[in-house]
């Protein structure tokens, strides 16, 4: 739908009023999936909604527990739900009406999401038992709240019909999820008898895999152990570039490896993760996939109690992906005789792809010794004892990210105030009262002179504000000298730092 002179009206409000009153004759109206979910309830339509692509319906929010997640909380419900563990979590009021946080820092942008999600009605929103009690607990401050959100069957709801266009629909998350909540999927045996073809020929596709483990996370960062310090994943771009040698190929990599993985190399030609429906790779006959996809702890152990087999979840979240990137090559074109050589991380993916591709040849590369993916790594010495002081340390480490995104917010809030439009500038300006302090000063508070990480910012624009704080900490009387409270005159992230005592 076009923008075009509508700017008074959003575009729900646009999109209710076209599926409201089609024109005679039928029409067709293109929507994002994004728009699609935005859509309020008009009663029944008649109309008949093609999917292309099965749609996102899995979202996951681990917001910091704050005093910010805790005015949502107060405002939501925690209802029993059919799965074991798990709570219905909803709100009844808009969520700009409930929230006053900054959904523009870190932890405010993960609050605000979840809390149109619990908001929706198209949504359930489940929280497993142990997020629930954490609230409770008194020392929940910078904890993770976990939360999942389901997109129900009810976004399709007013529709006279719908259609999925999906390849392996059966592997996807919509048909697991919703043929548990009641929706019956029906092949159009009518539609799918005039496709281009009913099955892969994979014949001349060659799938070669490294390592016989699981691909993860942890394995990509491993070191390979001869002694070079190089982790597998490196080892692997330097494997690949040399099997392809001077063909071209296609790549799939984590976002954090960025875009110059193979940036020596001019035949490299990236894809992103998501892939879908991408029509313009068919010259490429060579594709790596180097991503590790996996579903996080906490979403197998959601998953499982919805249902799914961890097979059925890591097919639909990381498997899929993979299928859909190595079908952008030639693979796509029936006719194109030219062999394919696809790489691929583990042996799973390989055979889920094999299944896939009848008449493939599957093969084990040797680039990557068996005992470097299940060796104990000696690594670095333990930092923390136990447990409990790994935590303490994690809630240390949340309160400085607190800490930094109240800083942010405030010192945004002051580059766009009047002083900066009046004075014609977009710099904190420093202009010295007395000796030692200036107009805009702010700095870090530590809880004690031996902290390593700070629990707060200060931020004063008058000298005044800042002397009557002085004299107010002053006033407060603490044990011993160590358990003094510390005011550095700077403000920086300790994180970002090369090298810290």
């Not at 889920?352 to 670095?380: C, E, F, M």
């Amino acid at each position: 739908m076009s923008l075009d002179g509508c700017e008074e009206r959003s575009v729900t409000s646009r999109l209710v009023a076209k599926l409201r009153e089609p024109t005679n004759g039928g029409e067709l109206v293109f929507i994002t999936h994004e728009g699609w979910k935005l859509l309020p309830y008009v009663g029944k339509l008649d109309w008949t909604l093609i999917v292309d692509e099965a749609p996102a319906i899995h979202s996951s929010f681990d917001p910091l527990i704050d005093d910010d997640l805790r005015q949502l909380i107060n405002q939501a419900v925690f209802l029993p739900s059919p799965y074991e563990g798990l709570k219905c979590f909803s709100v009844s009021k808009s969520p700009e009406r409930v929230l006053t946080s900054d959904k523009h820092t870190v932890n405010g942008s993960k609050i605000h999401k979840l809390a149109w999600e619990a908001f929706s009605k198209k949504a359930l929103v489940l929280v497993p038992d142990t997020s629930v009690e954490a609230l409770q607990s008194p020392d929940s401050e910078g904890r993770k709240f976990q939360a999942f959100s389901l997109l129900t069957p009810e976004v399709v709801k007013p529709f006279k019909s719908v259609l999925m266009l999906s390849a392996n629909f059966e592997s996807t998350l919509p048909f697991h999820l919703w043929s548990r909540h009641g929706a019956r999927f029906v092949e159009d045996k009518e539609l799918a008898s005039r496709l281009r073809f009913q099955k892969h020929d994979g014949r001349r596709a060659t799938i070669s895999y490294v390592i016989e483990a699981d691909w993860s996370k942890q394995i990509q960062d491993r070191e390979v152990g001869d002694g070079s310090g190089c982790t597998i994943h490196a080892r692997v771009v330097e494997k690949v570039s040399e099997f392809f040698g001077t063909d071209q190929f296609l790549w799939v990599a984590n976002n954090r490896f960025g875009d110059g993985l193979f940036a020596a190399n001019e035949n490299a030609t990236r894809l992103p993760n998501v892939s879908h429906g991408l029509n313009e790779y068919q010259k490429f006959n060579n594709v790596v996939f180097l991503s590790a996809l996996n579903p996080s702890p906490p979403e197998f152990s959601y998953f499982k109690k919805l249902g799914l087999t961890e097979k059925q979840a890591k097919a639909a979240r990381f498997h899929e992906a993979v299928y859909q990137g190595i079908m952008r090559c030639s693979l796509r074109s029936q006719d194109d005789p030219r062999p394919v050589q696809i790489v691929v991380m583990d042996r799973a993916t390989a055979t889920y792809l094999h299944q896939l591709l009848p008449g493939s040849i599957v093969q084990k590369l040797d680039w990557i010794p068996a005992d470097a993916t299940n060796r104990k790594q000696a690594g670095r010495p333990k930092e923390h004892v136990d447990a409990t002081a790994r935590k303490r340390a994690s809630r240390s480490r949340q309160k400085a990210i607190k800490a930094h995104d109240g800083f942010v917010t405030r010192a945004d809030a002051l580059v766009l105030s009047d002083h900066f439009a009046s004075n014609g500038s977009h710099e904190i300006p420093i202009e010295s009262i007395g000796e030692n302090v200036t107009k805009w000063f702010w700095g870090m508070q530590f809880q004690s002179i031996t902290a390593a990480v700070a629990d707060d910012v200060f931020w004063f624009e008058t000298l005044s504000e800042f002397v009557d704080d002085l004299r107010r900490l002053a006033g407060q009387r603490v044990a011993t000298k160590e358990r003094c409270r510390l005011i550095g005159p700077a403000y920086y992230n300790r994180e970002k730092a090369a090298e810290t005592d």
